[in-house]
């Protein structure tokens, strides 16, 4: 696409974020579903040649010569396809058909002298090549980029953990101050969660199922020409060993997308992690708990001229918040279907891609976010020691232990909703009736002192 063409685009993902979302072309656009299509077709005519019963032989060069049919799919390939199915080209007339054009597409290369021609889609209903064309799709879309950039960001925020572990914060329950904790203890608990995201998206990826049971489920096509072959075992085979699915042995003429659902769901939960990452990064920001580096030349307001935005956060906001509501719509409605079959579901699984380019925006935005910001280690600090109240639960914790059944109240008249300083906590010390080993050690707590083993849970991400 020409930089004129992105700009006359109708969506972003090919105008504007044409550039961020063009790893996915290979695995989600209209010529990549062509060519997996070819992928199954080609495979599954190679399969028919090997099975015993039937009379057709494929030998080494025309095997060769099929299978670079879909490894060097080229654009005046899916060009052809594409005719195929709206004009019509040779001998051919315009199929008005997707999967049909691409059957037309592998008899034309094959040629009028081929024996396999007859063969090509024997038995097959277009959603078994579809079921199996959109899975591995969606497979090498999910393994090839979109988890290597999750794994990225979980590998960015670990080592930010690790680098920041000591770094003493104000940590904040509903708004207001609470006990303190680390940057890097925080960064470490989106490190732990995306890596369990990542795990269940990987699982779900991996149990990705396909079909191969005719136009109802039933192989009777199949069985109306070999009755004696097993063609369960013939199908099992072909989706597990030639394309390395899962095998689906019960459905209508439609594949149940439980599957697909399961992968969308997992997507979700790895965006409402990060999600939960971009609004913490960006009220660090805004409370001055992180810095932003500027970047040459870029402008952050129109009218301020002062302004660095935490703008990659708030982008990877608003495209995971589009990406989840995509992939909840895709999961509902992709399990359903009137009966045996009925073709809504065909128009709405083009956007798996559009679901999936809005997912890796929100991911590469996110990584671009966390690069750019830098602790505030003074800011910081100073929010601690000027909030010392929190450490009355500690001082309360101490006293219980030394039997003091009205530590929580005592720690509470002196601080709830009041401004208290450490010499409001030294002068309760004083009056306690504890030994003075206790007393010395209720007057050695500080804010920036208390947080726990925050720097060790560090190394549980």
Not at 122 to 133: C, H, K, P
Not at 400 to 418: C, I, M, N, P, S
Request: aromatic fraction near 8%; proline fraction near 3%.
């Amino acid at each position: 696409m020409t930089e004129t063409d992105a700009l006359y685009a109708v969506s972003p993902l090919d105008g504007r974020y044409s550039g961020r979302t063009a790893p996915l072309s290979p695995y989600t656009s209209e010529a990549a579903l062509m060519r997996a299509r070819v992928r199954v077709e080609v495979e599954y005519l190679i399969a028919l040649a090997d099975l015993e019963a039937t009379p057709l032989e494929i030998d080494l060069e025309e095997r060769e010569h099929l299978r670079g049919l879909y490894k060097h799919f080229a654009e005046e390939d899916a060009q052809l396809v594409k005719k195929l199915e709206t004009e019509g080209h040779a001998e051919f007339d315009a199929t008005n058909h997707d999967v049909k054009a691409v059957e037309y597409f592998i008899r034309h290369n094959l040629g009028d002298e081929s024996d396999a021609s007859a063969w090509i889609h024997f038995g097959l209903t277009s959603e078994d090549v579809n079921n199996l064309a959109h899975r591995l799709l969606v497979r090498d879309a999910v393994s090839e980029v979109l988890l290597p950039e999750l794994y990225e960001l979980q590998d960015t925020l670990a080592d930010m953990a690790r680098e920041h572990r000591d770094l003493p914060m104000l940590a904040r329950t509903h708004g207001q101050p609470a006990t303190p904790t680390t940057f890097g203890k925080e960064l470490a608990v989106y490190a732990s969660r995306l890596g369990r995201a990542t795990g269940r998206i990987k699982t779900a990826a991996d149990d990705l199922r396909g079909k191969l049971g005719g136009a109802s489920g039933t192989y009777a096509a199949h069985v109306a020409a070999y009755p004696d072959v097993d063609w369960q075992a013939f199908a099992e085979s072909f989706i597990t060993e030639g394309l390395s699915l899962e095998f689906e042995p019960l459905t209508t003429q439609v594949n149940p997308c439980d599957d697909l659902a399961a992968v969308f769901d997992a997507f979700r939960g790895a965006n409402d992690v990060l999600l939960d990452l971009d609004l913490d990064m960006w009220l660090y920001v805004s409370d001055r708990y992180l810095g932003q580096e500027a970047v040459e030349g870029e402008t952050g307001s129109s009218t301020m001229p002062h302004k660095v935005n935490p703008i990659d956060f708030e982008n990877s906001e608003g495209n995971l918040s589009k990406a989840n509501s995509d992939l909840t719509f895709l999961a509902d409605y992709v399990t359903t279907s009137r009966l045996q079959r009925d073709l809504s579901d065909s128009t709405v699984k083009r956007n798996i891609g559009s679901a999936f380019a809005h997912c890796l925006i929100g991911y590469t935005k996110a990584a671009t976010g966390l690069s750019k910001v830098v602790p505030n280690e003074h800011v910081m600090r100073d929010d601690l020691e000027s909030t010392p109240v929190i450490i009355g639960e500690a001082v309360q914790t101490i006293l219980r232990r030394e039997g003091q059944e009205d530590a929580y109240e005592q720690v509470k008249a002196l601080t709830r909703g009041k401004s208290v300083t450490l010499a409001d906590f030294r002068e309760l010390f004083d009056d306690l009736e504890v030994d003075e080993s206790v007393r010395e050690e209720l007057r050695e707590l500080t804010p920036t002192g208390y947080t726990g083993v925050a720097d060790e849970l560090v190394d549980d991400a």
